[in-house]
């Protein structure tokens, strides 16, 4: 069988044209630069790239595809290019004022948790004193009043938190900083 074109010996190589070309250009390709080829300058071929294929020698460091080293360098090329695209588009976000940073909202959760806290030992502190000597009714009343501050308490706290979260947040929409960034947590 004779083989015309170069994009019919691509083909029954099992290469792209491109590399074809590249190919052509080393100094030990082993056929005459001038078309028609024949059966026989085809399994010349095929012999001379499993030759160089089977020591790593496919890839030309040029991410062509050429052998396995190059198919594994382009999957390398497309993750490093998504990955750099995922850190831009979070970048985005966060100046957007989208996300918020963790010491943020870690020490808005830490000075609630703490209020609670200070809250049940000041229960166990004044327990007794406020309790004695009271009737059921009336300690009822007391732990009810006293729970309810508590929870007012709370609820002001995390108002007065999720308030600054969300000027902080709005501080970075505005370009004037990252959510977080010199933020007092507590």
């Not at 382009?74 to 976000?93: D, G």
């Amino acid at each position: 069988m004779a083989f015309a074109t170069w994009e019919s010996i691509a083909k029954a190589l099992g290469v792209s044209r491109q590399r074809l070309y590249k190919l052509k250009t080393r100094p030990d390709w082993p056929c005459p630069s001038a078309l028609p080829f024949g059966d026989s300058h085809i399994e010349a071929l095929r012999r001379w790239r499993a030759g160089f294929q089977h020591d790593g020698g496919d890839q030309d460091g040029d991410g062509d595809g050429g052998g396995d080293v190059g198919r594994a360098y382009k999957q390398i090329q497309i993750l490093l290019s998504r990955e750099r695209m995922l850190h831009e588009k979070l970048k985005r976000e966060i100046t957007a004022g989208q996300y918020v940073s963790r010491e943020l909202l870690d020490g808005s959760l830490g000075g609630l948790a703490q209020l609670f806290i200070d809250g049940l030992a000041d229960l166990e502190m004044a327990l007794p004193a406020r309790l004695a000597g009271k009737a059921g009714p009336q300690v009822e009343k007391e732990l009810q009043r006293y729970f309810d501050s508590l929870r007012r308490r709370i609820a002001e706290r995390a108002e007065y938190e999720l308030v600054k979260v969300s000027d902080m947040a709005a501080k970075a929409r505005r370009g004037r900083g990252r959510p977080g960034v010199g933020a007092e947590s507590g």
